[in-house]
């Protein structure tokens, strides 16, 4: 049987409170919100804090609002469950109800939160194993040593970020807002992100975040969240992709487009170029195939998680293209990509 390892537990009923927890214990401390991740790496033995700060008294970061003018508010204790059964999400932001609903079970979507998901570990086959496999090999990178087991001895941690509402935050252009002792700061939600398996997240050890904030969707503009994995519930994405696309008109001419890209690098990715290929056009199969071959190219993955990296690639492309196809369902265009 694998055991928590010793820890002192707190639990703040303010945000005041566990700010100053925070201020204190620094690196040495852990936040917990659900709890669905933290507590298998604590059993593991992938993380041994000193200090365990649970969130999940404090007041006011479980609600969700929404203003037809400043758009949408999410708490960071906002359960996933309650995004995939929002009706204003479902209305407004379906990428998010998409990629709550593809998170683990909905015994873990019942106690998984925004929060968490959005500063989920990155995940690696080398690293997310017991401590007495991980014995038997050389200390990775992101366990303290000087190698990535994942790539035979690279001097960077290719560990993967696998979590599923970053990429459609990302696409929607939300900001994140971190409280700490020393005050608030807003940041792009994409800013939150490294690109370093090792620490892939950009927050200062005292930070705490406690809410995300995106715009009024513009009218016609839709979004979507689709991923590619070994089984369709419990699994981390092997592959996804998170899509905005705003079409004006009869002519369905393409008025903004972004593309985010994920479970294939140390963090999501935006693909660059889409934008600027699809904008100020009337998507076309054309314009679809090649905005695929663009994800496609810009898709890295490494022989460090449950599939091949070619097929993982290939799978980005894939996504990409039904995404697209579907953003034109009502046309006869769309119809005959979706059959």
């Not at 639990?11 to 700010?19: D, F, G, I, T, V």
């Not at 500063?119 to 366990?143: H, V």
């Amino acid at each position: 049987m694998m055991r928590l390892p010793p820890f002192q537990y707190v639990a703040p009923e303010s945000l005041e409170q566990a700010c100053r927890f925070m201020e204190e214990y620094g690196s040495e401390s852990k936040l917990m919100a659900g709890g669905t991740d933290l507590v298998p790496s604590l059993k593991l033995g992938n993380l041994a804090p000193r200090h365990i700060v649970n969130l999940s008294a404090i007041p006011h970061l479980d609600e969700i609002g929404f203003d037809e003018r400043s758009g949408l508010h999410l708490g960071a204790l906002v359960k996933l469950h309650s995004l995939e059964k929002s009706p204003v999400i479902l209305e407004k932001y379906p990428a998010i109800a998409q990629a709550a609903t593809c998170v683990g079970s909905p015994q873990l979507r019942e106690m998984g939160t925004v929060g968490g998901n959005l500063n989920i570990e990155t995940r690696c086959l080398y690293y997310n194993q017991p401590d007495f496999w991980r014995a038997f090999r050389p200390t990775c990178i992101k366990m303290g040593g000087d190698t990535c087991n994942a790539i035979g001895g690279g001097r960077k941690c290719f560990a993967v970020f696998s979590g599923d509402l970053a990429p459609v935050m990302i696409a929607l252009g939300a900001r994140a807002t971190l409280v700490s002792a020393q005050g608030e700061r807003n940041v792009a939600v994409k800013e939150l992100y490294t690109g370093n398996g090792a620490k892939p997240l950009s927050m200062k050890p005292e930070e705490i975040l406690i809410g995300i904030d995106l715009p009024a969707p513009e009218k016609g503009t839709s979004s979507s969240y689709s991923k590619f994995a070994v089984r369709k519930a419990i699994d981390f994405p092997l592959a996804s992709v998170a899509t905005l696309v705003t079409l004006d008109g009869e002519e369905k001419v393409c008025r903004a487009a972004r593309v985010v890209i994920g479970a294939v690098g140390t963090r999501p990715e935006e693909v660059e170029g889409i934008g600027e290929l699809l904008e100020e056009k009337r998507l076309t199969y054309e314009l679809i195939e090649e905005a695929a071959r663009l994800a496609f190219k810009a898709a890295r993955p490494i022989a460090n998680r449950g599939s091949s990296p070619s097929y993982r690639k290939r799978m980005i492309e894939v996504l990409l293209r039904r995404a697209l196809s579907s953003a034109l369902s009502d046309t006869e265009l769309g119809k005959e990509h979706m059959r």
